[in-house]
Antibody
């Protein structure tokens, strides 16, 4: 089970930290990801982490967002800085599962809403 | 970068077969997955590894992938299948989504 928290409203240029409490699987041994969905829009992959230190980002958030895990709490986090209006979305955490090039998101959280407005 | 293209909408009559396509350069050389998302809900994986169904997904959902096109097929479509559907592939250590297709069951 994945449960996001930390969503809210922030002004442009501000920061926010999302968390995802994970149960039933171990973050340190899984590929974990963030996916977002702007209002009325499609799914957009944001970031990925595996083995604690291997991190990847979509170009749209590179240099502004940081993904991390806390193995002591078995949780996933997304630190979002320099937020822009187009970062407003529902943010889902999800497990990326599979082998080789067969990678798919099989477990999803319920989502956390981020609003960016002055 | 790798891109996936889907038609914005598809309509089908109840009981008929719906086909949703997803196009990408040499997509058949990768594995395609499909997600169903109903309003206000999180996405649900319905097909992975081109054609495999996760536990709990009805048999009427099937998939194929060849050449530049992956296809999600829903046989005997029901009203409850009305939703947005997204294809997805893995490329260069990134998750790639199609733009999504709204399936209307009319």
């Amino acid at each position: 089970q994945l449960v996001e928290s930390g969503g809210g409203s922030v002004q442009p240029g501000g920061s926010l930290r999302l968390s995802c409490a994970v149960s039933g699987l171990t973050v340190s041994t899984n590929y974990m990801s963030w996916v977002r969905q702007a209002p009325g829009k499609g799914l957009e992959w944001v970031s990925l982490i595996y083995s604690g230190s291997n991190t990847y980002y979509a170009d749209s958030v590179k240099g502004r967002f940081t993904i991390s895990t806390d193995t002591s709490k078995n949780s996933l986090h997304l630190q979002m800085n320099s937020l822009r209006a187009d970062d407003a979305a529902v943010y889902f955490c999800a497990r990326l599962y599979g082998s080789g090039s067969d990678k798919h998101l099989d477990v999803w959280g319920q989502g956390a809403t981020v609003s960016v407005s002055s | 970068s790798f891109n996936l293209t889907q038609p914005p909408s598809v309509s089908v009559s109840p009981g008929q077969t719906a086909s949703i396509i997803c196009s990408g350069d040499n997509l058949g050389d990768k594995f395609a997955s499909w997600y169903q998302q109903k309003p206000g809900q999180s996405p649900v994986l319905v097909i992975y590894r081109d054609s495999r169904r996760p536990s709990g997904i009805p048999e009427r959902f099937s998939g194929s992938n060849s050449g530049n096109t992956a296809t999600l097929t829903i046989s005997g479509t029901q009203a409850m299948d009305e939703a947005d559907y997204y294809c997805q592939a893995w490329d260069s250590r990134a998750v790639v989504f199609g733009g999504g297709t709204k399936l209307a069951v009319l």
